[in-house]
Structures are given as structure tokens and as C-alpha cells.
């Protein structure tokens, strides 16, 4: 377990699966949830979350930049 990171920081970490929320247990690191994760998701939903995720940054950073511009 990361040491640095709190227990009960840990167990609060959930994922949304076909199967419905999954709770992911303390003993998980952090660097093992996108693992964890693409193995309980059908790999289309994975993608279609990364891409969703990828635009969601990517319309946060053009917001950000035209608020910096004014």
C-alpha cells in the first residue's frame, strides 16, 4: 500500500461498471486503479469515458485560456 496516502482516502475510490458501482478496496494503490478499471469495464464504455474525459479537459482548458486572454 502507499504509505504517503491516508486508508480511508483509499476506500472512499469507486468505479462504475455494466455491473453497476464498484468498490475498490484499500489495498489498491492508486497506480493499479486504471487496471482495475479497464478490466471491469466492456472496453467500449472505457473508451467512450476516456473520450469524454479528453474533451472535458480539453473544453476546461480553452475556457481557461480565453479567461486568461481577458
Known sequence: MASNIPKSYLQKWKIYSPNGLEYLSAE?????????????LLIDVFNELCESLKSGV???LNGFVKWIKV
Open 58 to 60: 480539453e473544453h476546461a
Open 28 to 40: 489498491n494503490q492508486i497506480h493499479e486503479m486504471l487496471n482495475i478499471t479497464k478490466n471491469l
